[in-house]
């Protein structure tokens, strides 16, 4: 499968053999949720904690007798209804991570990323390269390849212009072929991405 390769003027200044292996995989909704979900999940801390009344110091002794005051009887300050109380059902530590396994992990990936191609959201350029950061010169080269949305930049290897130069763009996000994801290209309108980083890519999908 080809597809055309553009500079970064937004011309066409090639074509560029893509892997059907990777990028002509079926569609695999259910896979690419439980994988998205598994990510998601796998970002939280999980170390919220709050006291329950067994853990809130003090509130030993009754606050008045129980019978005789007019009052609603009471055995301790420290119950969750008082303030300073403890905290019904209270949240502590715990481990939300999911496993998953490499295989289905992998499927999920050329899943989205062949979607992405499908659906003319991936665009492939020749290179990516600054000589030095600029906000003003990333925004053009966005401009030029009318990626106006929420778009994810992949290149291979960490270059740290390109890093910086998109750093002040709030809908921009920069990462390398090793690290990109499934989330990423779920979430993600558009994809840009170097021709050495598809090839990265398909190396390491084999």
């Not at 892997?19 to 079926?26: I, L, R, T």
């Not at 209804?81 to 530590?93: C, D, N, S």
């Not at 290209?185 to 598809?198: E, N, P």
Request: aromatic residues 4%; glycine residues 6%.
């Amino acid at each position: 499968m080809q597809t055309k390769v553009l500079n970064i003027k937004g011309e066409e200044v090639g074509k560029i053999t893509l892997s059907d292996e990777v990028f002509k995989a079926p569609y695999n909704e259910s896979l690419i949720h439980q994988i998205v979900v598994a990510y998601l999940a796998n970002q939280r801390q999980g170390t919220k904690s709050t006291l329950t009344r067994t853990e809130v110091r003090g509130g030993g002794r009754k606050p008045w007798k129980q019978k005789g005051t007019g009052n609603a009887r009471q055995g301790s300050i420290r119950a969750p209804q008082w303030i300073k109380g403890g905290v019904v059902f209270a949240p502590k530590p715990r481990d939300f991570s999911k496993k998953i396994n490499k295989q289905m992990k992998k499927g999920a990936f050329v899943s989205a990323l062949s979607t992405a191609l499908a659906e003319k959201c991936l665009v492939i350029v020749d290179e990516l390269e600054f000589k030095a950061p600029k906000t003003k010169e990333m925004a053009q080269i966005l401009n030029n390849l009318k990626l106006d949305k929420r778009v994810t930049i992949v290149t291979n290897g960490v270059n740290e212009n390109v890093v910086l130069s998109a750093a002040n763009l709030p809908l921009v996000n920069v990462t390398t072929a090793d690290m990109l994801n499934t989330y990423e290209l779920v979430v993600s309108d558009k994809v840009l991405i170097t021709k050495d980083a598809v090839k990265a890519i398909e190396e390491a999908c084999k």
